[in-house]
């Protein structure tokens, strides 16, 4: 491999992020190759790894940087988590750890997952709920009216109830999404290391 | 090296460093490699994060037909070096008590 295969390999790897980001690392590494100066170009190369290794460290921290800067949009969450497995699973790991690696995204997915979507449900079940017990109120107006009401204001209560939970769940869910962006980070920085030790 | 590298530290280097001259790339690596074991992809990352928090500037020199990108420390990169310091001496302190067995 040389100079310019490499960096075209670090830029196809990069082209998950941002053009000005991709634009900024890839200056920062010609700059890098001219310093060195042109004898010593393979030896840059063995020096600063495969073009993956640089792009997992780059991309890992730039999802990390984006999620301290902006932690209020979920979207842009999402993206993170999305870079951090990307640079976990370009990460030249062997490959039993590599299957650990996605044994654990995974699962660990798996398990947010459901959860939130349980919560959905039972946020969803308390609003519908109500609103069934609001209309059955109206259907036993004409027979029984005290019954009635009681059914109504209890449909009343309970879709109120699930209205209010509605932003406090939003706020839960964000709040999980951040929590596993760390995790995968903090995840992807012990794996680096286990690397370096020569796992 | 035996002792592991955290990226505080590395920050307090790299920031140490541009405080007493402006540097680029190139040389700032070989700087932080004579004192402490990184590989030569790590610095990077670690340069656009000071960046992006406002602790370092760039700007470009001509050199020899190109541009050299310059890292210079900000004001707030000078603020957050005090910081570092502090809290290395603070730790500084601390293990050598422990390893040392007081003083």
């Known amino acids: 491999m040389n100079r310019a295969s490499y960096l075209k390999k670090l830029r196809g790897k990069l082209q998950r992020l941002p053009a000005h980001e991709v634009d900024a690392a890839l200056a920062y590494y010609e700059e890098y190759f001219d310093e060195a100066g042109e004898e010593n170009e393979q030896q840059v190369i063995q020096q600063l790894g495969s073009p993956s290794h640089v792009a997992s460290q780059i991309m890992a921290d730039s999802a990390l940087k984006d999620l301290e800067a902006t932690s209020t949009s979920t979207k ?45 449900a039972i946020v969803l079940s308390i609003f519908f709920g109500g609103i069934v017990a609001l209309i059955s109120g109206f259907f036993i ?44 980070g903090k995840l992807f920085h012990k794996i680096m290391k286990k690397r370096k030790e020569g796992y | 090296m035996t002792f ?35 590989s030569e992809s790590t610095l990077y990352p670690v340069l656009r994060r000071l960046q992006k928090a406002n602790y370092l500037t760039t700007y470009d020199q001509p050199y020899q037909g190109r541009n050299r990108r310059y890292y210079q420390i900000t004001k707030q990169g000078r603020i957050r070096l005090l910081e570092l310091l502090k809290e290395w001496h603070m730790y500084k302190e601390k293990v050598d008590y422990v390893l040392l067995g007081g003083k």
């Open chain 1, 76 to 120: 842009k969450n999402v993206t993170a988590i999305w870079l951090i497995i990307l640079a976990i699973l370009s990460a030249p790991l062997s490959l039993p750890l590599l299957a650990v690696a996605i044994a654990l995204i995974f699962s660990f997915g798996a398990v947010i997952f459901s959860f939130i979507i349980a919560i959905i």
């Open chain 1, 141 to 184: 107006l004409t027979q029984h009216w005290p019954t009635a009401l009681l059914f109504m204001g209890v449909g009343f209560i309970v879709t109120g109830l699930g209205i209010l939970l509605f932003p406090i769940v939003a706020r839960f869910i964000k709040k999980i999404v951040v929590v596993c962006v760390e995790a995968l």
């Open chain 2, 4 to 38: 592991q590298l955290g990226s505080a530290l590395l920050d307090a280097c790299v920031l140490a460093i541009v405080d007493k001259e402006d540097a680029y790339g190139y040389s700032l690596t070989q700087q932080v490699q004579s004192v402490m074991d990184i």
